[in-house]
């Protein structure tokens, strides 16, 4: 499939969708639509692109429903949202965190969050960070550096000269960075901690479109909120790489929940909250749930 991306489609995003990939066509897939499309990230522009994560867990989780549920670390899901936000430390937060993927299971008392991923682990490099974050990695990382691949901290970057600066420039940034080395994909790991922080606050008041029923009576009912990544495996070694970066962090979840609980002490949801230590892929979700995608998809993808 080439890039469904040029203005002609504008507009008719959702209908080029149904018709290429052959979904069922009703309210309750457009509603899921413009939920998964309208988040902080702009996601309609992307949302035809071939590659585009959110196309991949759009078409993937879009079908999940009491008539047809889908098993992940052994629990039933049977509802899906997309692009829910929480607020991050603070409340109201002008930046809130955007998940790809919210399931809930037929009691409503399991929640899973999944953060989606295609293509972007391919990238690597340091990862910046606003300075609100500064107390949550400093409760991280004192005393635990020697658990950690990588550290926070400001560093001098370099920059090409452009018109404004035609010997080029530097600025002090606070980033995660792991010192010279800049082989991984350290922004996924910033985005998971994001996350984390995100579903300690709790949900922002104003939800993207459709997304009404996520709220702080919904995760004050739940028994156990679950946490994880889920990326294609779309370059083996890239993938390895990125497998042992995830698992080598969040294998240290006492640590992590610890410095949750300093960043975001009145919270209600870390005690609940499950971290999954290792990447979740597409590939497997097909293997464990064969009949989960309409077959369009799973050729597409190579399922």
């Not at 413009?34 to 692109?49: F, K, Q, V």
């Not at 047809?68 to 509802?79: M, S």
Request: proline content about 4%; overall charge neutral; some cysteine.
């Amino acid at each position: 499939m080439k890039n469904l991306h040029p203005s002609e489609y504008k507009g008719k995003e959702f209908d080029t969708l149904v018709d290429v990939f052959g979904l069922k066509r009703d309210e309750r897939l457009n509603k899921l639509f413009e939920s998964a499309t309208h988040g902080d990230g702009n996601e309609i522009s992307r949302i035809l692109i071939p590659h585009s994560s959110s196309l991949l867990a759009f078409l993937c989780f879009s079908n999940v429903s009491k008539d047809h549920p889908i098993r992940i670390l052994g629990t039933e899901y049977v509802d899906v949202m997309f692009e829910v936000k929480n607020d991050v430390i603070e409340s109201p937060d002008r930046y809130p965190s955007n998940i790809d993927v919210m399931l809930i299971d037929k009691s409503g008392t399991q929640i899973l969050f999944l953060e989606s991923k295609y293509t972007e682990y391919l990238k690597s490099g340091r990862a910046y960070l606003a300075n609100r974050y500064r107390a949550f990695y400093d409760s991280l990382l004192t005393s635990n550096e020697d658990k950690f691949r990588f550290k926070a901290s400001e560093v001098r970057i370099n920059h090409r000269p452009d018109e404004n600066h035609p010997k080029g420039y530097s600025t002090i940034e606070y980033c995660l960075n792991n010192g010279n080395k800049t082989s991984e994909y350290l922004e996924g790991i910033k985005q998971a901690f994001s996350h984390l922080l995100g579903i300690a606050t709790g949900p922002s008041a104003v939800q993207a479109k459709h997304n009404d029923n996520y709220t702080v009576q919904l995760l004050e009912r739940a028994e156990k909120i679950t946490f994880a990544s889920i990326v294609y495996n779309c370059n083996p070694e890239k993938y390895n790489e990125y497998f042992g970066l995830y698992k080598s962090v969040f294998t240290n979840d006492g640590i992590i929940k610890k410095a949750l609980r300093e960043a975001v002490p009145h919270s209600k949801n870390i005690d609940k909250l499950v971290i999954h230590h290792e990447l979740l892929t597409y590939q497997q979700l097909k293997k464990e749930n064969p009949t989960w995608l309409p077959d369009k998809v799973k050729q597409f993808y190579n399922f």
